[in-house]
């Protein structure tokens, strides 16, 4: 019996903002670091969207049993063998940022969704039947 | 977005394998979802019958700014699931689109019980003879599922 997870995510890399046309650049999410790093805490990076700081994780490997590669696609392949490894035959994959409202200007929440969405179509194509991509609206 | 920038955008998506929409709730009504659902059922299927909608429908409230409280307002109350399986079932979306599954996800199960003892209710005194107990049961039976979720402390290895 072939097993879909229904639920899965991927979290959003540099990559998925290449997509931004000409005119939306200025709208491109770069990452932060805090100003002052508190050893005894976990690492924190941020998504700094439209002037707003939004969580960007920092998992552990090991507790998520992941890599950055197969976290943010980076290694397509490299995921297909762990859903093998599971024996998963599809996912359905959801984004991270978006969870949350990273803005409330729709010019840019469509900007971002519209690269994701075009991110996520390639990095899908590389696999041809495993991957079932969730489109993101606003 | 307008609308008919929405619909080639889903286009977009549906043609490079999407299945679903994740949306987000807004406090504006979405007059195009039936479109929207539309077009997603209309499409071919890929490789199962999965279908997923977002839990956030039209009518369910963010009533917390996301963009000040970064992990509040979608993680901590179950009230806008309730009020999305309101909707789903008093709109009749099953009987309109019975190819679309409905996946209320990330959000316990805790909300079951109580909401089949409520919608069983509310239908039981429909003015308009839309609900009976039975239909209720063949709706949650036949379209939609929930996902339950352990406390990260019983997984396995924590």
Known sequence: MPIIDADTHIDETEATWEYLREFEQEYKPITQYPSRVDPSKNPTRYWLVDGHRQMRFVRDDNNTRTTVETRELLDVQKRLRDMDAMGTEVQVLYPTLFLMEATERPEVSTALRRSYNRWLADRCAESTAAYVGSACRR | ?158
């Open chain 2, 1 to 158: 977005m307008n609308m008919d920038e929405t619909i080639k955008e889903l286009q977009f998506a549906k043609d490079h394998g999407a299945c679903g929409i994740l949306r987000k709730a807004t406090w504006k009504p979405a007059s195009g979802l039936p479109i929207l659902i539309s077009l997603l059922c209309t499409k071919k299927p890929t490789a199962s019958t999965c279908r997923s909608a977002s839990t956030s429908v039209p009518g369910t409230p963010d009533f917390v700014p996301a963009r000040e409280f970064s992990l509040g307002s979608f993680m901590r109350s179950q009230l806008p699931t309730v009020h999305a399986f309101h909707t789903i079932i008093r709109h009749q979306l099953p009987v309109k689109y019975p190819k679309l599954r409905f996946g209320i996800i990330e959000a316990g199960c805790s909300w079951v019980p109580f909401i089949a003892w409520e919608l069983k209710r509310r239908m039981e005194k429909a003015a308009d003879g839309s609900g009976t107990f039975s239909q209720f049961a063949r709706y949650s039976l036949s379209s939609g599922f929930a996902q339950g979720q352990p406390h990260v402390r019983h997984l396995p290895g924590r």
